[in-house]
C-alpha cells in the first residue's frame, strides 16, 4: 500500500481498506473506543474538520488506528492528518491520556450511538448513592446497636426483649393498683361495720346510713317500711331511690337492715343473694327471697305495694 500522505481524502481512503482487509465494522470500532460513528466516517472520508479540535482530534485518530491496527499508517501520517506540526507532546504520555479521557471522546450531543454509556453511569451513580445514605445511616445507628445485637442475637432480639419488658412493668402496674383498690375496699367495709355496730349500740346519732338491728326475728315493720335480713352468710344488696343510690353493699348473717320508702317514686333493692336473704315488708314475710342464687330486684311502694317493674305491673 502506498504509504506518501498527498491529502485527507487519500490517507482516509487507506484507513478505510486496511479496516475493511481485517474484517472491522465502524459499530465494532464503536463499542471498543466508543467515538461517534459520524466521527468514524469523517476520518475515512477525510473530513479531519469535523473532528473536534485539538487534544481529541489527536485521541480520536489514535483510537481509530489501534483498532484497525493502522500503527504504520498513523506514524507515517500523523503530522499531516491533524495539522499541527508538534505532535510529539501531545502523544507522548499515550497511556495516561487514553485512561484519562477515554470516557470522553463520545459526541457530546445524545444520540442513540452513545446513549447505552451514560445509563450505565447514572446506574453506577444512583448505586453508589444509596450505598453512601444507607451506611451513613448504619453509621448512627450501629454504634449504640452493634455490640448488642452480636451478644442477643440481633435488633429483632432487643426489640423482642423491651416489649417484653414494657408488658412486665405494665402487670406490676397493674397488680399494684388492684392491690391498692382492694386495701381500700377492705377498709371501706371495715369501717362501715364499725359504724354500723356503733349505730347499734346507740353510740351513733343522726347517721345517714340505713339502721342496723341485732333481733333474731324481726317483728313486721309498718305498711311503709322495709326490713332486709341476712339468714345465712354474707348477702350483698343494693338500694337506690330513682338516681339516689341509699345503699350498696353486704350485710353480715343475723343482721337486719330497715328502710323506709315514702314519696311517689319506689324504692329499688337489688338482692345478688335471694336465697339467703329474708325480706319483711309490711304485713308480708319472705323466707328466703326466692329459692335461686341469682341476682333479683324488687320495688316498694310507699302504699305497700311490691312490683317487678317501675310500673305497678304486678304484685309480689
Not at 118 to 133: E, K, T, Y
Amino acid at each position: 500500500m502506498d504509504r506518501e500522505c498527498t491529502s485527507p481524502e487519500q490517507i482516509g481512503k487507506q484507513l478505510k481498506q486496511r479496516r475493511i482487509d481485517v474484517g472491522i465494522t465502524l459499530e465494532k470500532i464503536f463499542e471498543d473506543t466508543k467515538i461517534n460513528v459520524k466521527y468514524l466516517k469523517a476520518i475515512e472520508n477525510g473530513r479531519f474538520d469535523l473532528l473536534p479540535s485539538g487534544f481529541y482530534r489527536k485521541i480520536f485518530i489514535h483510537e481509530y488506528c489501534d483498532a484497525i491496527g493502522a500503527d504504520d499508517l498513523r506514524t507515517d501520517c500523523e503530522q499531516f492528518l491533524l495539522g499541527a506540526g508538534n505532535i510529539s507532546d501531545a502523544i507522548s504520555d499515550e497511556t495516561s491520556g487514553k485512561n484519562r479521557d477515554k470516557n470522553f471522546i463520545q459526541d457530546t450531543q445524545y444520540t442513540k450511538e452513545n446513549n447505552r454509556p451514560f445509563i450505565v453511569v447514572s446506574g453506577i451513580a444512583v448505586v453508589l448513592a444509596a450505598l453512601l445514605v444507607f451506611g451513613f445511616r448504619e453509621t448512627l445507628s450501629g454504634a449504640k446497636t452493634d455490640a448488642i445485637d452480636q451478644l442477643h442475637g440481633g435488633t429483632a432480639r432487643v426489640l423482642e426483649q423491651k416489649k417484653k419488658g414494657d408488658a412486665e412493668l405494665q402487670r406490676k402496674a397493674e397488680e399494684k393498683a388492684r392491690k391498692q383498690a382492694e386495701e381500700r375496699a377492705k377498709a371501706e367495709e371495715t369501717a362501715f361495720m364499725e359504724e354500723l355496730e356503733a349505730e347499734a349500740l346507740g353510740t351513733v346519732e343522726n347517721s345517714d346510713h340505713p339502721k342496723a338491728d341485732y333481733g333474731a326475728v324481726p317483728q313486721l315493720p309498718a305498711k311503709n317500711e322495709l326490713i332486709v335480713k341476712a339468714a345465712e352468710g354474707k348477702i350483698k344488696i343494693k338500694v337506690s331511690q330513682g338516681e339516689n343510690v341509699i345503699y350498696d353493699g353486704e350485710i353480715t348473717e343475723g343482721k337486719n337492715m330497715k328502710f323506709k320508702i315514702e314519696g311517689a317514686v319506689p324504692v329499688r333493692v337489688r338482692y345478688e343473694n335471694p336465697n339467703r336473704t329474708e325480706v319483711y315488708f309490711g304485713e308480708a314475710a319472705f323466707k328466703p327471697l326466692h329459692p335461686s342464687r341469682e341476682g333479683r330486684s324488687r320495688y316498694y311502694w310507699s302504699d305497700g305495694a311490691v312490683t317487678f317493674t317501675k310500673q305497678k305491673t304486678a304484685k309480689q
